[in-house]
């Protein structure tokens, strides 16, 4: 089980590290149309109806988000001034995160109600993992490592939530790109690779959540072995 934690680590590395080699060779590639990230954005948006969301430019690298809490679409500089296929497909799918704020898709309404206890867990979960197993195999009452265990679960239930929305959002963006035309057929196929590899990156984490949670749950399990 342990290999399966690293291994699955290593993974999640790894398809980081292909997204940003993706990113950065059809970065390289300027869109026929011209059309930069927060352009594509901002006409997705009228597209789809939408006109209370703001598109904002942020620092860091791949940092794009959507925040239903004061209905922002957060772009990453390289997005947001990209005239890339890769930059126009960030900048889509979170825009497709928007939409499915306004046509309240269920899996972001549940998974946004999630947050705020996984904001307050996530901190803690990695010491009452630690003191339940040490006062576990100690010979005493599990119920801090069932704690524990408990708060894993909630955040795999996230992680699986994830993926519906992301996924949706992507073939949202799409969907968007065929229709609009902003993209050649050929540059729709880099928008849709950069895509598969940031999804790939949820479906990694998704499947290390739930390792992570067999294991400790066959900690807990030992005891009656």
């Known amino acids: ?20 080699s993706k990113f950065e060779k059809y970065s390289r590639t300027r869109l026929l149309s011209d059309m930069s990230g927060e ?8 597209d789809s109806g939408i006109y209370d969301v703001r598109i904002t430019s942020v620092e860091g690298q791949l940092t794009d988000h ?19 296929a890769a930059a126009v497909a960030v900048a889509a799918h979170e825009v497709g995160h928007a939409v499915q704020h ?37 010979g ?3 119920v801090v490592l069932m704690v524990g265990i408990g708060m894993l679960g909630l955040a795999a239930a996230f992680s699986l939530i994830t993926l519906p929305v992301e996924f949706d959002a992507s073939r949202r963006a799409l969907a968007w790109m ?12 880099m ?16 499947i290390s959540a739930l390792t992570t949670l067999i294991y400790y749950i066959s900690i807990l399990n030992s005891r009656r072995d």
């Open 1 to 20: 089980m342990l290999f399966l934690l690293i291994l699955f680590g290593a993974l999640g590395w790894l398809a980081q590290a292909r997204l940003r």
């Open 39 to 46: 352009e594509a954005a901002r006409k997705m948006l009228a």
């Open 66 to 84: 959507y925040n239903p809490a004061d209905k922002t679409v957060n772009l990453s500089r390289d997005v947001f001034y990209g005239r890339n």
């Open 140 to 142: 005493g009452n599990p």
């Open 178 to 189: 065929d229709s609009s035309r902003v993209v050649t057929p050929a540059e729709h196929t």
């Open 191 to 206: 928008a849709k690779d950069a895509l598969w590899w940031a999804a790939s990156t949820y479906v990694i984490a998704a």
């Open 102 to 138: 306004a046509r309240a898709y269920s899996f972001l309404q549940f998974r946004s109600a999630m947050v705020p206890a996984l904001s307050v867990t996530s901190r803690i979960t990695p010491f009452v993992l630690m003191i339940g197993v040490f006062l576990f195999f100690g």
